[in-house]
């Protein structure tokens, strides 16, 4: 038996037409707009999987009946290779309705928002997106981004230093390659060699194809960069001896990194966080990973390596968000993508911004994570039509 909740909308979206969000590619849920409503399906899973995609489509077919659903208008990513976005796109062309194609962490952010039913007539807020991986408008992949934004438009004010994905797909499951692509961005493998050579972790890596790698990431073939601040979870992870090879399930590393923090680290943290340099609104991990390093010179335990990261990270995040708010005259931060379920991280981001008196939004009723995607793809679409045709 299929047993939902409808999220309701502030009172603007009941003039919308019906609308039906098509989700992403891992973590999907769909979405359908009715009459101010928004009903999110529960976790379907990742769309890559043959059964999931088969029960991904029965379920939007199930859906449709129960709610007496006909959608006006099929929202997407805009990434070209999700199955999600070539669905919608089969389906508006069956419907002979339009797919309207949303950027990925404005999806997150417009979800966020209607999460907390704000007004879409209020001023843009600042949306801090921390995920894996994400189609950027400019065709590049994202996934550290500071957005201005509201429902109808987002607009990249800053984002992490873009970092190779050393083999493309595979950086997602081997940290190891996270961590040598972040290593050699900031000092030449050589330099690495010739002061840390004795640390195991160079020795680890230095048993990988060097040679190979470097003329992947000289000639630009399969190394896409990105600004992800999820693969920075896994270079660090890595480094630290967490999941170097392999992980046995999305987010492992991450998830393992942040689980071995004790309160004693914590604690010593705040005063040995790890500094990242901010500049032209770029967040770059370069002296994060020199201190790094040195603390695995000195054998410092995984424990407060971990902790000296996290608020370092977090500290950044916030140094960045206070700048442009203050440069923008912004007065509301939204918080959103699958980085922000680490508990350590979000808590003290959320803290700090707080204690400067800004109004932070997180999510209450749908993930950070790609599970609340849907929400924000149909609320960005339902905002633009009725932009468009003066509803609102």
């Known amino acids: 038996m299929l047993v ?23 973590k999907n849920s769909f979405c359908l707009l009715k009459d101010g409503d928004a009903i999110v399906s529960q976790h379907m899973g990742d769309l890559e999987n043959f059964d999931t995609y088969q029960d991904y489509q029965y379920n939007i077919n199930l859906y449709q009946n129960l709610f007496q659903h006909q959608p006006k208008h099929i929202s ?17 062309d069956l419907c002979n309705i339009r797919a309207d194609s949303i950027q990925h962490h404005h999806a997150h952010i417009a979800s966020c928002l ?20 994400g189609y950027g ?17 987002s607009t990249r004010l800053g984002h992490f230093k873009s970092v190779a994905l050393l083999g493309g797909n595979l950086a997602m499951k081997q940290p190891w390659r996270n961590t040598y692509a972040h290593l050699v961005s900031c000092l030449e493998w050589d330099t690495i060699v010739n002061e840390y050579g004795e640390l195991s972790l160079v020795e680890h890596l230095s048993a990988k194809p060097i040679n190979t790698l470097n003329g992947m990431l000289a000639s630009q073939l399969n190394c896409p960069l990105a600004s992800s601040a999820g693969r920075l979870f896994d270079a660090v992870a890595a480094a630290s001896g967490i999941c170097f090879e392999q992980i046995e399930y999305e987010g492992q590393a991450a998830i393992e990194l942040e689980a071995c923090i004790d309160d004693v680290a914590w604690r010593d943290s705040d005063t040995t966080a790890y500094k990242f340099k901010i500049e032209d609104g770029v967040i770059d991990a370069t002296p994060m990973w020199l ?4 603390d695995l010179i000195h054998s410092i335990d995984k424990s407060l390596i971990s902790a000296r990261f996290h608020r370092g990270l ?7 968000t206070i700048l442009l708010v203050n440069q923008h005259n912004i007065k509301t931060v939204a918080l959103s993508g699958g980085v922000f379920q680490n508990k350590t991280l ?27 995607l849907s929400l924000g793809q149909a609320v960005v679409t339902s905002a633009r039509v009725m932009r468009d045709s003066q509803c609102v």
């Open 291 to 294: 201190s790094l390093l040195d």
């Open 314 to 320: 977090s500290r950044a995040v916030q140094q960045l």
């Open 346 to 372: 979000f808590e003290d981001v959320k803290f700090g911004l707080e204690k400067q008196q800004i109004d932070v939004l997180c999510h209450r009723n749908v993930p950070a994570n790609d599970g609340g």
């Open 76 to 92: 997407i990513d805009i990434h070209p290779e999700y199955m999600s976005t070539k669905a919608g796109h089969e389906l508006a």
């Open 114 to 133: 209607a999460d907390n039913s704000y007004p879409i007539e209020a001023a843009p807020v600042l949306g801090v997106v921390l995920d894996g991986l």
């Open 4 to 26: 939902t909740e409808s999220l309701v909308l502030p009172d603007v979206f009941k003039n919308s037409p019906s609308i039906l969000a098509m989700g992403g590619e891992l």
């Open 137 to 153: 408008d400019d065709a590049m992949l994202w996934g550290g981004e500071f957005l201005l934004a509201d429902y109808t438009k």
